[in-house]
Protein backbone atom coordinates (compact mmCIF):
# COMPACT_ATOMS: atom_id res chain seq x y z
CA UNK A 1 0.00 0.00 0.00
CA UNK A 2 0.89 3.40 -0.47
CA UNK A 3 2.94 4.94 2.15
CA UNK A 4 1.82 8.72 1.44
CA UNK A 5 -0.92 8.25 4.52
CA UNK A 6 -1.97 11.02 6.67
CA UNK A 7 -3.37 9.71 10.06
CA UNK A 8 -6.12 12.04 11.36
CA UNK A 9 -6.46 12.84 15.26
CA UNK A 10 -9.88 10.94 16.33
CA UNK A 11 -11.98 11.45 19.16
CA UNK A 12 -11.87 8.14 20.08
CA UNK A 13 -9.51 5.01 19.95
CA UNK A 14 -12.14 2.72 18.50
CA UNK A 15 -12.08 4.42 15.23
CA UNK A 16 -9.47 5.42 12.60
CA UNK A 17 -9.47 7.84 9.96
CA UNK A 18 -6.54 8.33 7.67
CA UNK A 19 -6.14 10.49 3.97
CA UNK A 20 -4.21 8.84 1.20
CA UNK A 21 -2.44 10.81 -1.48
CA UNK A 22 -3.80 10.04 -5.59
CA UNK A 23 -1.40 9.71 -7.82
CA UNK A 24 -2.31 13.29 -8.88
CA UNK A 25 -1.03 15.08 -5.94
CA UNK A 26 -4.43 16.99 -6.14
CA UNK A 27 -6.80 14.69 -4.75
CA UNK A 28 -6.75 12.45 -1.25
CA UNK A 29 -8.93 9.43 -0.48
CA UNK A 30 -11.06 9.24 2.96
CA UNK A 31 -10.51 5.98 4.85
CA UNK A 32 -12.51 5.01 7.74
CA UNK A 33 -12.02 2.01 10.06
CA UNK A 34 -13.79 0.91 12.68
CA UNK A 35 -11.14 -0.10 15.26
CA UNK A 36 -12.82 -2.67 17.99
CA UNK A 37 -11.83 -6.41 17.02
CA UNK A 38 -11.86 -7.70 20.44
CA UNK A 39 -15.44 -6.75 20.45
CA UNK A 40 -16.00 -7.23 16.49
CA UNK A 41 -16.36 -3.42 15.91
CA UNK A 42 -19.52 -3.05 18.09
CA UNK A 43 -20.62 0.52 17.43
CA UNK A 44 -20.96 2.78 20.55
CA UNK A 45 -21.92 6.09 20.74
CA UNK A 46 -18.38 7.78 20.49
CA UNK A 47 -17.75 5.75 17.38
CA UNK A 48 -20.98 6.84 15.62
CA UNK A 49 -20.52 10.25 16.88
CA UNK A 50 -16.45 10.52 15.46
CA UNK A 51 -17.87 8.80 11.86
CA UNK A 52 -20.96 11.38 11.56
CA UNK A 53 -18.14 13.97 12.18
CA UNK A 54 -15.30 13.33 10.08
CA UNK A 55 -17.53 11.90 7.54
CA UNK A 56 -19.23 15.52 7.27
CA UNK A 57 -16.03 16.97 7.32
CA UNK A 58 -14.46 14.67 4.21
CA UNK A 59 -17.56 15.87 2.65
CA UNK A 60 -17.20 19.56 2.90
CA UNK A 61 -13.53 18.90 1.71
CA UNK A 62 -12.73 19.42 -1.94
CA UNK A 63 -9.65 17.65 -1.79
CA UNK A 64 -11.26 14.54 -0.97
CA UNK A 65 -12.71 12.38 -3.88
CA UNK A 66 -13.79 8.99 -2.53
CA UNK A 67 -14.54 7.52 0.84
CA UNK A 68 -13.63 4.26 1.97
CA UNK A 69 -14.93 2.52 5.16
CA UNK A 70 -14.15 -1.01 6.49
CA UNK A 71 -13.29 -2.88 9.53
CA UNK A 72 -10.25 -3.67 11.53
CA UNK A 73 -9.71 -7.08 13.06
CA UNK A 74 -9.68 -10.95 11.18
CA UNK A 75 -13.27 -12.02 12.18
CA UNK A 76 -15.36 -9.02 11.05
CA UNK A 77 -16.75 -5.84 9.72
CA UNK A 78 -18.95 -5.20 12.47
CA UNK A 79 -21.38 -7.29 15.09
CA UNK A 80 -23.71 -4.18 15.46
CA UNK A 81 -24.52 -1.92 17.63
CA UNK A 82 -23.07 -2.24 21.12
CA UNK A 83 -26.84 -2.44 22.87
CA UNK A 84 -24.99 -3.96 26.24
CA UNK A 85 -23.96 -0.57 26.81
CA UNK A 86 -27.37 0.59 25.92
CA UNK A 87 -28.93 -1.67 28.56
CA UNK A 88 -26.67 -1.45 31.53
CA UNK A 89 -27.52 2.07 31.67
CA UNK A 90 -31.48 1.35 31.66
CA UNK A 91 -31.21 -1.25 34.19
CA UNK A 92 -28.56 1.34 36.26
CA UNK A 93 -31.91 2.81 36.70
CA UNK A 94 -33.17 6.81 37.65
CA UNK A 95 -34.39 9.21 35.48
CA UNK A 96 -31.45 9.18 33.22
CA UNK A 97 -31.68 5.75 32.28
CA UNK A 98 -32.94 6.11 29.18
CA UNK A 99 -30.50 9.51 28.01
CA UNK A 100 -27.54 7.66 26.44
CA UNK A 101 -29.74 4.99 24.46
CA UNK A 102 -31.77 7.36 23.30
CA UNK A 103 -28.39 9.67 21.83
CA UNK A 104 -27.43 6.27 20.75
CA UNK A 105 -30.00 5.84 17.98
CA UNK A 106 -30.14 9.25 17.81
CA UNK A 107 -26.87 9.86 16.30
CA UNK A 108 -26.73 6.47 14.62
CA UNK A 109 -29.66 6.83 12.83
CA UNK A 110 -28.08 10.42 11.47
CA UNK A 111 -24.60 8.69 10.52
CA UNK A 112 -26.88 6.23 8.33
CA UNK A 113 -28.35 8.89 6.83
CA UNK A 114 -25.50 10.97 5.78
CA UNK A 115 -23.98 7.58 4.44
CA UNK A 116 -26.93 6.91 2.12
CA UNK A 117 -26.83 10.01 0.68
CA UNK A 118 -23.60 11.19 1.03
CA UNK A 119 -22.18 12.99 -1.91
CA UNK A 120 -19.19 11.83 -3.19
CA UNK A 121 -18.69 8.40 -3.92
CA UNK A 122 -18.53 5.87 -0.97
CA UNK A 123 -17.06 2.39 -0.52
CA UNK A 124 -17.86 -0.21 2.14
CA UNK A 125 -16.10 -3.27 2.65
CA UNK A 126 -17.83 -5.93 4.88
CA UNK A 127 -15.81 -9.13 5.90
CA UNK A 128 -16.50 -11.81 7.95
CA UNK A 129 -19.64 -10.73 11.08
CA UNK A 130 -21.95 -8.02 9.69
CA UNK A 131 -24.91 -8.30 11.71
CA UNK A 132 -27.88 -5.00 12.28
CA UNK A 133 -26.50 -1.77 12.88
CA UNK A 134 -23.02 -3.15 10.81
CA UNK A 135 -25.83 -3.96 7.91
CA UNK A 136 -26.99 -0.65 8.73
CA UNK A 137 -23.82 0.63 7.48
CA UNK A 138 -22.40 -1.60 5.16
CA UNK A 139 -25.47 -0.80 2.98
CA UNK A 140 -24.87 2.29 2.26
CA UNK A 141 -21.76 2.61 -0.02
CA UNK A 142 -22.43 3.67 -3.35
CA UNK A 143 -19.93 0.67 -4.01
CA UNK A 144 -20.67 -2.05 -1.55
CA UNK A 145 -17.88 -4.81 -1.62
CA UNK A 146 -17.93 -8.38 0.80
CA UNK A 147 -16.22 -10.93 1.09
CA UNK A 148 -15.68 -14.17 0.89
CA UNK A 149 -17.38 -16.28 4.48
CA UNK A 150 -19.53 -13.28 4.95
CA UNK A 151 -21.72 -13.61 7.71
CA UNK A 152 -24.75 -11.15 7.33
CA UNK A 153 -27.85 -11.21 9.42
CA UNK A 154 -30.38 -8.44 11.17
CA UNK A 155 -30.95 -10.29 14.40
CA UNK A 156 -32.76 -8.54 16.88
CA UNK A 157 -35.76 -10.94 17.25
CA UNK A 158 -32.91 -12.95 19.55
CA UNK A 159 -32.97 -9.38 21.99
CA UNK A 160 -36.46 -8.11 21.64
CA UNK A 161 -35.16 -5.32 19.14
CA UNK A 162 -36.49 -4.73 15.38
CA UNK A 163 -34.12 -4.30 12.33
CA UNK A 164 -33.88 -0.87 12.83
CA UNK A 165 -30.73 1.21 11.14
CA UNK A 166 -33.03 1.70 8.05
CA UNK A 167 -33.94 -1.78 7.57
CA UNK A 168 -37.95 -1.06 6.73
CA UNK A 169 -36.29 0.75 3.77
CA UNK A 170 -33.63 -1.60 2.67
CA UNK A 171 -35.10 -4.86 3.76
CA UNK A 172 -38.59 -4.21 1.92
CA UNK A 173 -36.20 -3.64 -1.13
CA UNK A 174 -34.99 -7.46 -1.14
CA UNK A 175 -36.27 -9.42 -4.32
CA UNK A 176 -39.33 -11.68 -3.31
CA UNK A 177 -40.21 -10.64 0.05
CA UNK A 178 -37.17 -12.41 1.23
CA UNK A 179 -36.21 -9.03 3.33
CA UNK A 180 -39.44 -10.29 5.86
CA UNK A 181 -37.69 -13.38 6.68
CA UNK A 182 -34.34 -11.77 7.09
CA UNK A 183 -35.77 -8.99 9.38
CA UNK A 184 -38.32 -11.59 11.93
CA UNK A 185 -35.71 -14.62 11.86
CA UNK A 186 -32.31 -13.26 12.24
CA UNK A 187 -31.03 -16.18 9.69
CA UNK A 188 -27.43 -15.64 8.79
CA UNK A 189 -27.17 -15.59 4.96
CA UNK A 190 -23.81 -15.41 3.10
CA UNK A 191 -22.08 -13.50 0.16
CA UNK A 192 -24.06 -15.03 -2.49
CA UNK A 193 -27.36 -14.02 -0.73
CA UNK A 194 -26.05 -10.42 -0.14
CA UNK A 195 -25.82 -10.24 -4.04
CA UNK A 196 -29.12 -11.35 -4.77
CA UNK A 197 -30.82 -9.35 -2.13
CA UNK A 198 -29.16 -6.21 -3.43
CA UNK A 199 -27.22 -5.16 0.15
CA UNK A 200 -24.01 -5.61 -1.72
CA UNK A 201 -22.50 -5.06 -5.05
CA UNK A 202 -19.31 -6.93 -5.54
CA UNK A 203 -17.48 -9.66 -4.17
CA UNK A 204 -14.35 -9.74 -3.87
CA UNK A 205 -11.65 -11.56 -1.69
CA UNK A 206 -10.56 -10.03 1.87
CA UNK A 207 -7.01 -10.49 0.92
CA UNK A 208 -7.03 -8.49 -1.92
CA UNK A 209 -8.07 -5.07 -0.17
CA UNK A 210 -4.58 -3.68 0.33
CA UNK A 211 -3.84 -3.95 -3.53
CA UNK A 212 -7.63 -2.31 -3.77
CA UNK A 213 -7.08 0.46 -1.81
CA UNK A 214 -3.29 0.81 -3.60
CA UNK A 215 -5.21 1.35 -6.75
CA UNK A 216 -8.08 3.53 -5.61
CA UNK A 217 -5.09 6.21 -5.48
CA UNK A 218 -4.07 5.70 -9.60
CA UNK A 219 -7.72 6.33 -10.71
CA UNK A 220 -8.36 9.80 -13.01
CA UNK A 221 -10.56 11.41 -10.11
CA UNK A 222 -12.43 14.52 -11.63
CA UNK A 223 -14.36 17.53 -10.56
CA UNK A 224 -17.74 15.84 -11.56
CA UNK A 225 -19.26 13.73 -8.61
CA UNK A 226 -21.32 11.72 -11.68
CA UNK A 227 -17.79 11.49 -13.30
CA UNK A 228 -15.82 9.77 -10.12
CA UNK A 229 -18.84 7.63 -9.30
CA UNK A 230 -19.07 5.76 -12.67
CA UNK A 231 -15.19 5.57 -12.61
CA UNK A 232 -15.27 3.87 -9.11
CA UNK A 233 -18.18 1.24 -10.68
CA UNK A 234 -15.81 0.45 -13.56
CA UNK A 235 -12.79 0.31 -11.25
CA UNK A 236 -14.91 -2.27 -8.84
CA UNK A 237 -16.25 -4.34 -11.79
CA UNK A 238 -12.86 -4.85 -13.41
CA UNK A 239 -11.09 -5.34 -10.11
CA UNK A 240 -13.49 -7.95 -9.04
CA UNK A 241 -13.19 -9.67 -12.40
CA UNK A 242 -9.43 -10.10 -12.36
CA UNK A 243 -10.20 -12.95 -9.74
CA UNK A 244 -13.66 -14.04 -9.37
CA UNK A 245 -14.59 -15.73 -5.80
CA UNK A 246 -16.31 -18.63 -6.24
CA UNK A 247 -19.70 -17.86 -4.57
CA UNK A 248 -21.79 -20.10 -2.46
CA UNK A 249 -25.10 -21.13 -3.43
CA UNK A 250 -27.98 -18.64 -2.46
CA UNK A 251 -30.43 -20.17 -0.50
CA UNK A 252 -32.89 -16.76 -0.59
CA UNK A 253 -32.38 -17.05 -4.62
CA UNK A 254 -32.39 -21.44 -4.19
CA UNK A 255 -35.64 -20.86 -2.22
CA UNK A 256 -37.15 -17.38 -3.58
CA UNK A 257 -41.07 -19.27 -4.17
CA UNK A 258 -41.35 -20.41 -0.73
CA UNK A 259 -39.92 -17.43 1.11
CA UNK A 260 -42.60 -15.39 -0.97
CA UNK A 261 -45.58 -17.34 -0.32
CA UNK A 262 -44.22 -17.49 3.79
CA UNK A 263 -43.95 -13.45 3.71
CA UNK A 264 -47.07 -12.73 1.93
CA UNK A 265 -48.56 -14.08 5.25
CA UNK A 266 -51.06 -12.21 6.92
CA UNK A 267 -49.60 -11.68 10.16
CA UNK A 268 -46.28 -12.38 12.84
CA UNK A 269 -48.20 -15.78 14.02
CA UNK A 270 -49.17 -16.58 10.54
CA UNK A 271 -45.60 -16.47 9.63
CA UNK A 272 -44.55 -18.32 12.28
CA UNK A 273 -46.82 -21.37 11.75
CA UNK A 274 -46.02 -21.05 7.69
CA UNK A 275 -42.41 -21.55 8.67
CA UNK A 276 -43.07 -24.26 11.00
CA UNK A 277 -44.18 -25.99 8.46
CA UNK A 278 -41.66 -25.08 5.76
CA UNK A 279 -38.74 -26.02 8.35
CA UNK A 280 -40.26 -29.38 8.49
CA UNK A 281 -39.96 -30.47 5.02
CA UNK A 282 -36.62 -28.66 3.89
CA UNK A 283 -34.04 -28.34 6.40
CA UNK A 284 -32.98 -25.15 5.28
CA UNK A 285 -35.62 -23.24 7.11
CA UNK A 286 -34.82 -24.98 10.35
CA UNK A 287 -32.49 -22.44 12.12
CA UNK A 288 -35.03 -19.70 10.93
CA UNK A 289 -38.12 -21.02 12.56
CA UNK A 290 -35.96 -22.15 15.72
CA UNK A 291 -34.91 -18.00 15.93
CA UNK A 292 -38.42 -16.94 15.77
CA UNK A 293 -40.29 -19.22 17.97
CA UNK A 294 -37.67 -18.16 20.41
CA UNK A 295 -37.32 -14.73 19.81
CA UNK A 296 -39.68 -12.13 21.75
CA UNK A 297 -43.02 -12.05 19.99
CA UNK A 298 -43.64 -8.66 20.93
CA UNK A 299 -40.72 -7.83 18.89
CA UNK A 300 -41.81 -10.29 16.05
CA UNK A 301 -45.24 -8.37 15.89
CA UNK A 302 -43.67 -5.38 15.99
CA UNK A 303 -40.91 -6.37 13.21
CA UNK A 304 -44.21 -7.71 11.18
CA UNK A 305 -45.97 -4.32 11.92
CA UNK A 306 -42.86 -2.18 10.69
CA UNK A 307 -42.15 -3.52 7.82
CA UNK A 308 -45.38 -3.27 6.46
CA UNK A 309 -45.47 -0.23 7.68
CA UNK A 310 -42.57 0.74 6.05
CA UNK A 311 -43.16 -0.51 2.42
CA UNK A 312 -43.87 2.90 0.81
CA UNK A 313 -42.09 5.14 3.11
CA UNK A 314 -38.59 7.21 2.19
CA UNK A 315 -35.36 6.51 4.09
CA UNK A 316 -35.63 9.51 5.84
CA UNK A 317 -39.29 8.51 7.13
CA UNK A 318 -38.03 5.22 7.97
CA UNK A 319 -35.37 6.25 10.16
CA UNK A 320 -37.62 8.94 11.81
CA UNK A 321 -39.78 5.91 12.69
CA UNK A 322 -36.80 3.99 13.78
CA UNK A 323 -36.04 6.51 16.52
CA UNK A 324 -39.28 6.14 17.57
CA UNK A 325 -39.41 2.41 17.84
CA UNK A 326 -36.07 2.24 19.46
CA UNK A 327 -37.22 4.66 22.05
CA UNK A 328 -39.83 2.48 23.00
CA UNK A 329 -38.21 -0.35 23.02
CA UNK A 330 -35.68 0.69 25.63
CA UNK A 331 -38.83 1.36 27.29
CA UNK A 332 -40.40 -1.93 26.78
CA UNK A 333 -38.95 -5.28 29.40
CA UNK A 334 -38.13 -7.69 26.03
CA UNK A 335 -35.51 -5.50 24.80
CA UNK A 336 -33.70 -4.90 28.62
CA UNK A 337 -34.07 -9.02 28.97
CA UNK A 338 -32.93 -9.99 25.67
CA UNK A 339 -30.11 -8.32 25.88
CA UNK A 340 -29.30 -9.75 29.92
CA UNK A 341 -29.60 -13.17 28.59
CA UNK A 342 -27.74 -12.88 25.29
CA UNK A 343 -25.44 -10.92 25.81
CA UNK A 344 -24.68 -9.08 29.34
CA UNK A 345 -25.36 -12.91 31.52
CA UNK A 346 -25.00 -14.63 28.30
CA UNK A 347 -27.63 -17.24 29.80
CA UNK A 348 -30.36 -17.53 26.91
CA UNK A 349 -33.18 -17.91 29.09
CA UNK A 350 -34.47 -14.27 28.21
CA UNK A 351 -38.06 -14.46 30.01
CA UNK A 352 -40.47 -12.88 27.30
CA UNK A 353 -43.36 -10.11 28.35
CA UNK A 354 -45.83 -11.48 26.95
CA UNK A 355 -44.69 -14.84 26.30
CA UNK A 356 -47.16 -15.76 23.29
CA UNK A 357 -48.27 -14.92 20.42
CA UNK A 358 -51.94 -14.50 21.80
CA UNK A 359 -51.18 -11.92 24.62
CA UNK A 360 -49.64 -9.23 22.03
CA UNK A 361 -52.13 -7.16 21.26
CA UNK A 362 -52.54 -5.01 18.83
CA UNK A 363 -52.87 -1.72 20.98
CA UNK A 364 -49.47 -3.35 22.51
CA UNK A 365 -48.20 -2.88 18.85
CA UNK A 366 -49.58 0.51 18.34
CA UNK A 367 -47.86 1.95 21.13
CA UNK A 368 -44.53 0.81 19.91
CA UNK A 369 -45.03 3.38 16.92
CA UNK A 370 -46.61 6.24 19.42
CA UNK A 371 -43.90 8.71 19.33
CA UNK A 372 -42.83 9.66 23.31
CA UNK A 373 -44.19 12.91 25.30
CA UNK A 374 -41.50 14.92 26.81
CA UNK A 375 -38.52 12.80 28.54
CA UNK A 376 -40.60 9.50 29.93
CA UNK A 377 -38.78 7.99 32.78
Known sequence: MSTDLTTLTSATPDMSFETMACSDSAHRIGIARLNRPGQ?????????????????????????????????????????????????????????????????????????????????????WAHGVDMGGGVGLSVTGSERIVTEGLKLAMPEIHIGLFPDVGGGWFLNRVPGEAGLLLAMTGIIVNEADALYARLADHAIAHARQPAFIERLATLDW???????????????????????????????????????????????????????????????????????????????CVTYNYMRRSRLLGLGQVLALDLIVAGQCQRHPDFPEGVRALLIDKSRDAAWSPAAYEEVTPALVEAFFTPLQGNPT
Not at 72 to 84: R, T
Not at 266 to 274: D, I, M
Request: aromatic fraction near 8%.
Open 40 to 124: LNALNLAMCQAMLDQFRAWASDESIVCVMLAGNGPKGFCAGGDVAEVIRQVRAGGPQRFIYGDAFFDVEYQLDALMHQYPKPLIT
Open 222 to 300: QVSVASNRARLREFCLSFAAESPLTLPQSGLQRHHDAIRELCMQPSAQAVLARLRELAAAEPWFAKAYENLAAGSPTAA
